[in-house]
């Protein structure tokens, strides 16, 4: 393989539009073999302005290995030789290894016969010297470094979004915690008090179509917001009213379906559920308590019974 690389000099480098996309500067492994050294690329990378490309030799694929292993490049460069340099193999054994360096196959076979060959060991592209330009490997190598810097920040951008999530998870289950302590304190004092409500009556099991009900609710309320569900949620106020349940054991209640609803999120966000939650339950409690101030205002105040004229 000689400098084959084609160069037309009617090729001039435009300065604006896609042309700036290529980076300005660029540093190159070129592993090749003692009978195909890489003056004739180095010429060739020097006589294109496009980008500027800082290319290093490394003879073989023992010290092609070796340079990696020290040192870090943009973009690696490889001369496929069968029979002195096979560049699949070298290739594909570097790849088992974990490494992620953009990798460029250079050959003299064609590009419909190596491309696919080149792929499928994780190389980022072919170029047959024979028939490709210096431009075009220029551009070859440019996208091989876009994407693996793309998917080298696609992956911390994933790893962010995962300790975000699990810190969101941490957050309202550290929530969730500190709610069942405080309607555990509330249920401390009340017995220490000696309040009318027996500790007994607090633990009782819920009916099922209540939790159901309220689960129902909940999910409803977390995609559609607090306005649309207000006259479902001020009827089961007058129902939890109805069936004599204190504050407490709505509070209970709404944890329960909450914690379940929580832990089947898996990886999805639970600020938005939280926060939903809130509401949810801060609406409740307002029905709950206006409920129970009717039902004493009716008790202290109780309708006149008016007589009929004569009956006074």
Request: with cysteine.
């Amino acid at each position: 393989m000689g400098a084959t690389l084609n160069d037309p000099s009617s090729l001039e480098r435009p300065q604006t539009g896609c042309w700036q996309s290529l980076p300005p500067r660029m540093r190159a492994l070129y592993i090749t073999t003692r009978q195909r050294t890489g003056g004739w690329l180095a010429e060739a990378f020097a006589a294109d302005s496009a980008s500027q490309v800082l290319l290093e030799e490394a003879v073989g694929t023992a010290a092609g290995l070796g340079r990696l292993r020290d040192e870090a490049f943009d973009v690696v460069l490889v001369s496929h030789e069968p029979g002195t340099l096979d560049a699949l193999n070298l290739i594909e054994g570097y790849r088992a290894g974990g490494a992620d360096e953009p990798i460029i196959v250079l050959g003299s076979q064609s590009e419909q016969e190596m491309a696919a060959l080149c792929y499928e060991v994780g190389a980022d592209g072919y170029v047959c010297v024979n028939t490709s330009t210096t431009r075009n490997l220029i551009w070859v190598a440019a996208r091989a470094v876009q994407r693996h810097q793309l998917i080298c920040d696609n992956q911390c951008l994933r790893a962010a979004e995962q300790t975000r999530l699990r810190r969101e998870h941490d957050e309202a289950t550290r929530l969730l915690a500190q709610q069942r302590k405080l309607l555990g304190d509330i249920e401390a004092l009340r017995r220490r008090g000696r309040d009318c409500v027996p500790a007994e009556e607090l633990r009782l099991p819920l009916p099922e179509e209540l939790i159901t009900h309220y689960r129902e609710l909940l999910r409803a309320h977390v995609i559609m917001g607090s306005g649309n569900l207000t006259c479902e949620l001020k009827r089961l106020a007058e129902l939890l009213v109805s069936a004599g349940l204190t504050a407490r054991q709505t509070v209970q209640l709404h944890l329960n379906v909450l914690e379940e609803l929580i832990r089947g999120l898996g990886t999805r966000s639970s600020r938005h559920v939280m926060t939903r939650a809130d509401l949810l339950v801060l609406e409740v409690m307002v029905h709950l308590a206006e409920g129970y101030r009717q039902r004493y205002h009716q008790r202290m105040h109780p309708p006149l019974q008016h007589l009929l004229p004569g009956f006074e």
